[in-house]
Nanobody, 126 residues
Framework: VQLQASGGGLVQAGDSLTLTCAVS????????LGWFRQAPGKEREFVAA????????YYSDSVKGRFIIRRDNAKGTGYLQMNSLKPEDTAVYYC????????????????????WGQGTQVTVSS
């Protein structure tokens, strides 16, 4: 499974930005998708995830109500719509794929994901 994240950039506080994750490879459509981010000097943290089956979504408290994760299974693409961006959202954002059997608690941690894409930088100025 290969993942390619794109769509990052420099925006102002309050703006919106949508990240895209192109997913390809054998059985890639069966995988759940997640987004993580890593700010300088900090550990990688969970942002949001969506299951392939049923489309259940998960969000971190810091982005709940502002970010929306979705996927287009026909296109093999995942999206992270980020609204009301804040300077503290500045980070490198990564998309990742988790096997369909991944339990809910593991959807929130990096080791629950098997495949990772390269990051895309999001910078929010105040």
């Amino acid at each position: 499974v290969q993942l390619q994240a794109s769509g990052g950039g420099l925006v102002q506080a309050g703006d919106s930005l949508t990240l895209t994750c192109a997913v390809s490879g054998p059985s890639s459509s069966t995988y759940s998708l997640g987004w993580f981010r890593q700010a300088p000097g900090k550990e990688r943290e969970f942002v949001a995830a969506i299951r392939r089956r049923g489309g259940t979504t998960y969000y971190s408290d810091s982005v709940k109500g502002r970010f929306i994760i979705r996927r287009d299974n026909a296109k093999g693409t995942g999206y992270l719509q980020m609204n009301s961006l804040k300077p503290e959202d500045t980070a490198v954002y990564y998309c990742a794929a988790a096997p369909p059997s991944t339990i809910t608690s593991s959807m929130y941690i990096a080791r629950g994901y098997t495949y990772w894409g390269q990051g895309t930088q999001v910078t929010v100025s105040s």
